[in-house]
């Protein structure tokens, strides 16, 4: 086996112990002689690994029943439409930006004031670098909602306390659920892609206030109703059968490695590690105001961008894939979710360091 340092921002890596846990149970999924993916999503069978993965999301993030627990398809990009058409209810939304991703969900949103489902009111623009201060906020009495970005992966900004806000608030938190603990009675909906510190591409998490599934717009399509997907445990249609299986597994992992709150000790450990080694050379640079440094996404430059192609090239010799950075800011990114070892950060600093003393 040759599993290397993924530092991929998503689809990202995986913990092994589940991609074993997989491979054995490919071709016979309990003794049953077929796949997993090869059984009736309505199977009783397959209804077990369903309700166990909601289960153990439920104690992983102490989700209460006033919260139903959506395991949807489309990706978190799907949410921004489906999120205006549930909870904008004639209104007006808030919706902060502060990087590339809170900027697609407003603009998606926008599009639907042709509608006459509500407004859309931006409340602040962040300038990928730092996060406006709230008291430059310019709020909606009585919004529909508050939707905004808790860690903008592209740019690496992280919001780590929860707005205080008079609405709903509506997180997309598909790059950093499951990277610390959260409040989630703060919250009015939670929803997250599940490719980065979950499972696989295919499968989005959406965690909504129960009372709030009653809001939806007549122009809302069948599968978009969050009321429509819970009453159908989220079988309205033909889920994501392998994606959820194998999301569960990770649920299953992280409980048995102390949860959230023991995952959180080592993301801080490794973000810091990483930190370190940017602020303590003048090589390497980041950007981005210390106070909202993200833990799972560290973007960073080289003195000299000429030497991007070659930190490349000896990274990827090295053992350390995928640490070009987004199109939008060049430069490096390393992403370090969950599943990424402390070990590997560490191999990613010496790296840094040695490439260091002999390009600078």
């Not at 201060?133 to 903008?152: K, Q």
């Not at 592209?154 to 499951?178: E, R």
Request: include cysteine.
């Amino acid at each position: 086996m040759n599993r290397l340092a993924n530092f991929c921002a998503g689809p990202a890596t995986m913990p092994t112990e589940v991609l074993q846990k997989a491979q054995a149970e490919l071709l016979d999924w309990r003794g049953k002689g077929t796949s997993v993916m090869e059984i009736s999503h309505r199977s009783a069978d397959y209804i077990e690994i369903a309700t166990k993965a909601e289960q153990d999301l439920r104690t992983l993030m102490g989700i209460s029943d006033d919260y139903a627990v959506l395991f949807l398809q489309g990706g978190a990009s799907l949410q921004f439409s489906a999120i205006p058409f549930n909870l904008l209810n004639g209104g007006t939304a808030d919706y902060l930006n502060t990087g590339t991703w809170s900027q697609k969900a407003y603009k998606e949103a926008k599009r639907y004031e042709t509608l006459g489902l509500g407004s859309i009111n931006l409340v602040a623009q962040g300038g990928g670098k730092d996060v406006p201060t709230p008291d430059t906020w310019e709020l909606t009495d009585g919004a529909s909602y508050f939707h905004y970005c808790p860690n903008e992966t592209i740019h690496g900004v992280q919001i780590f306390d929860t707005p205080k806000v008079n609405a709903p608030i509506v997180a997309d938190m598909s790059s950093c659920i499951l990277s610390e603990p959260i409040n989630v009675s703060d919250f009015g909906l939670i929803y997250a892609g599940a490719q980065k510190n979950i499972g696989p591409a295919g499968l989005t998490l959406v965690i909504v206030r129960k009372d709030l599934m009653e809001r939806a717009s007549a122009w809302c399509p069948s599968i978009l109703n969050y009321k429509n997907q819970a009453d159908s445990d989220s079988m309205l249609n033909t889920p994501s059968t392998f994606a959820w299986y194998l999301s569960g597994l990770v649920f299953e992992w992280l409980l048995a490695n102390g949860g959230v709150e023991g995952i959180a000790k080592t993301n801080r450990a490794k973000a810091e590690l990483l930190y370190q080694v940017i602020d303590n050379s003048s090589f390497y640079d980041n950007a981005v105001n210390p106070r909202h440094r993200s833990i799972m996404n560290v973007p960073f430059t080289l003195a000299d961008s000429e030497l991007d192609k070659v930190f490349l090239e000896k990274s990827k010799n090295a053992g350390l894939l995928n640490l070009k950075g987004h199109r939008v800011v060049g430069g490096m990114r390393a992403s370090i979710y969950n599943a990424v070892t402390y070990e590997q950060v560490q191999a990613l600093a010496d790296f840094m360091k040695e490439f260091e003393k002999t390009h600078a």
